[in-house]
């Protein structure tokens, strides 16, 4: 069993990341990134910390718009406006979720799809799904950042998607299926989970569910990437049980330390990507 590290893996590609702003700032041009912050949810707050301290570490320019809960929807979109229009501002990213009174996809259409850094605006959904130049979610792009540097074949393989967000397992899908695997996607309503999950080499699962995906549930030699974070006895776990799924996986992403930072590290990725379109 090997591990695919994504805590180490993320440090090198921020090391990339700092080199290139390096250049971008010779040229003039420091990739910024804002991020709106709406509540007082602390795995919210701990993850725009997360994201703040990278561009910190890596010579991104970085600004937090922080909002009470009990902000206006037209509040924030004219705040949207604001950041769409600021020259030094490539990324703008909007930390999910937000408050129930707040029409969501209102909101993240609001994002001009050239700042989109999360890849969440359905014009660049849609040339994700086309297999076109575009910002990918972060998440997903780590799952497959993973993969590359492990070299892990996707052609042809049989990958099982466990959770079908729009934010996970959609875009996922759609990375996998333009790399040529055969993609399965399981949901709350799926009938058989094992059955899906039993017959793949690669399982991906993001779903909050502690031991979802248990030894008997996956062939020897299986690869296995686990996107869930969880909070048992005060202890961040996965969706899989690690002790025992470990043991037949060929590879396989711990928790922490797997994807998680891959989706940090991505996000900086994504940003110096935004600032490059000001050469263009
Ligand atoms: C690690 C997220 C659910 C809902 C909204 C490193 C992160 C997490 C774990 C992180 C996540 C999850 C983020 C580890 C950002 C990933 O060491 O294992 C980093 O900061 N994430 C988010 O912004 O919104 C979420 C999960």
Redesign the pocket.
């Known amino acids: 069993m090997k591990i695919l590290d ?2 180490k893996l ?1 440090q090198k590609i921020k090391e990339e990341v700092k080199k290139e702003v390096e250049e971008l700032k010779k040229k003039g041009i420091t990739p910024g990134l804002a991020v709106i912050l709406v509540g007082n949810d602390p ?2 707050h ?3 910390s ?2 703040n301290k990278a561009c910190k570490e890596t010579g991104i320019y970085s600004v937090v718009h922080e909002f009470p809960e009990s902000i206006s929807e037209k509040e924030l979109l004219s705040t949207i406006d604001m950041i769409n229009e600021n020259p030094n501002i490539h990324g703008l ?1 909007i ?3 937000l408050p129930k009174h707040i029409d969501t996809t209102k909101i993240l259409e609001r994002v001009s799809p050239n700042k989109d850094v999360d890849g969440f605006h359905p014009y660049n959904m849609g040339r994700l799904v086309e297999g076109l130049d575009t910002f990918a979610p ?2 997903p792009l780590g799952v497959m950042e993973l993969f590359k540097e492990y070299n892990i074949d996707l052609k042809g393989k049989d990958v099982c998607v466990v959770g079908a967000s729009n ?1 996970v397992g959609k875009p996922m899908w759609a990375l996998l299926v333009n790399a040529w695997a055969t993609v399965d996607i399981c949901h709350i309503e799926t009938r058989d989970l094992a059955a899906h999950t039993k017959r793949a080499d690669i399982v991906i699962v993001g779903v ?1 569910k502690p031991n979802l995906i248990t030894a008997d549930m996956v062939k020897d030699g299986v690869i296995v990437v686990d ?1 869930g ?1 969880n909070k048992v006895n005060g202890k ?1 776990v996965g969706d899989v049980d690690f002790e025992n799924v470990s043991k037949k996986a060929s590879y396989i992403t ?11 590290a991505m ?1 900086l990725k994504n940003t110096i990507k935004a600032a490059k379109k000001m050469l263009k």
């Open positions: 994504g805590k993320s795995a919210s701990t993850y725009v997360m994201k990213l930390q999910l979720p972060c998440t934010i909050g996107i974070i961040i711990p928790v922490p330390g797997g994807v998680g930072p891959m989706t940090i996000l």
